[in-house]
Nanobody
Framework: QVHLVESGGGLVQPGGSLRLSCAAS???????????MYWYRQGPGKQRELVAS???????NYADSVKGRFTISRDSAQRTVYLQMNSLKPEDTAVYSC?????????WGQGTQVTVAS
């Protein structure tokens, strides 16, 4: 039902910023409000890691490694969730994926590559 498409990844120097977007389709404005949204990442040779979450109730949480640097936000009218990434470090290099969950429903985007390097 739900199709998620990430965008905004790319190559950035350490200390730089990127904003990732996750656009949802195949879902109504009202239904999108009910989903808990997540950003995950998987770096080279690493397991998938939860980076940030934005619950349907409006609460947010962050991994310790990104706290204070990353900000997750949500625009239900546009059916889009964002991840603003500041003060990027080489350790942030990974494929970033968007995830939407509601009851038994679990949808994933294709991922977008973020590379932080000089």
């Amino acid at each position: 039902q739900v199709h998620l498409v990430e965008s905004g990844g790319g190559l950035v120097q350490p200390g730089g910023s990127l904003r990732l977007s996750c656009a949802a389709s195949g879902i109504t404005f009202s239904s999108f409000r009910s989903y808990d949204m997540y950003w995950y990442r998987q770096g080279p040779g690493k397991q998938r890691e939860l980076v940030a979450s934005f619950s349907s109730a409006g609460s947010t949480n962050y991994a310790d490694s990104v706290k204070g640097r990353f900000t997750i936000s949500r625009d239900s009218a546009q059916r889009t969730v964002y991840l603003q990434m500041n003060s990027l470090k080489p350790e942030d290099t990974a494929v970033y994926s968007c995830n939407a969950k509601y009851y038994i429903h679990d949808y994933w985007g294709q991922g977008t590559q973020v590379t932080v390097a000089s």
